[in-house]
């Protein structure tokens, strides 16, 4: 799995964790609903650290718990 992969999961995991939607989530991070579904699809190959500290915001987390999840344990 490659990190963009892991990130996809992440979020999705996340989402169903929080029982927040595409949508939900969008509205709370500030990142358009077409980038969220582009990231869960693996369409962006590369989500930037701004994306991904907005996720986390719009998750209610910080950036260091988003990465702090076995599924970034890579071997």
């Keep these: ?3 963009s992969q892991a990130i996809s ?3 999705i995991l996340l ?3 929080k029982g927040m939607t595409v949508y939900e989530l969008s509205k709370k991070s500030g990142i ?3 980038t969220i ?3 869960i699809s693996g369409r ?4 930037g650290v701004l994306s991904i500290e ?7 987390i910080s950036v260091s718990e988003f990465w702090n999840h076995e ?3 890579f071997h």
Excluded: H, Q, W
């Design 1 to 3: 799995m490659n990190i």
């Design 54 to 60: 907005k996720l986390a915001t719009g998750f209610s």
């Design 15 to 17: 989402c169903y964790e």
């Design 37 to 39: 579904k582009d990231i």
């Design 71 to 73: 599924i970034f344990t």
């Design 9 to 11: 999961k992440r979020v």
């Design 44 to 47: 962006s190959k590369n989500p």
């Design 32 to 34: 358009p609903r077409t």
